[in-house]
């Protein structure tokens, strides 16, 4: 079983910078990609960044020059840079990893694995 174990969250101010960290567990073969997810009170679960294991990334608008996702593919981490944070960047932040191939036999995929969930508060 591939668990994923988040950390970093916490209180932020608006315009200071966080760091999370996302780090995958199990016998693993290969992820496809990883990212960070978002959600904000109320509101639905959204794409903030993703990277390959190729080292292409993806960025929410919201947080394009904002923020900066890294991984270290040998260590299966990924990490968010998160700079000039604002209210609006106010939420529960999920570590998601995509096409987890085990390396135990029999070898299984797994589409989808999800973290807990670390909390963002930015706030003065």
């Known amino acids: 079983q591939v668990l994923l174990r988040e950390s970093g969250g916490g209180l932020g101010q608006p315009g200071g910078s966080l760091r999370l960290s996302c780090a995958a567990d199990?016998?693993?073969?290969?992820?496809?990609?990883m990212g960070w997810y978002r959600q904000a009170p109320g509101k639905q679960r959204e794409l903030v960044a993703t990277?390959?294991?190729?080292?292409?990334?993806n960025y929410a608008d919201s947080v394009k020059g904002r923020f900066t996702i890294s991984s270290d593919n040998a260590r299966r981490k990924v990490y968010l840079q998160m700079d000039s944070l604002k209210a609006e960047d106010t939420a529960v932040y999920y570590c998601?990893?995509?096409?987890?191939?085990?390396?135990?036999?029999?070898?299984?995929?797994?589409?989808?694995?999800w973290g807990q969930g670390t909390l963002v508060t930015v706030s003065s």
């Open positions: 998601n990893a995509e096409q987890v191939m085990s390396a135990t036999l029999p070898r299984r995929m797994q589409p989808e694995v």
């Open positions: 199990g016998n693993i073969a290969s992820i496809y990609a």
């Open positions: 990277v390959t294991s190729g080292g292409v990334t």
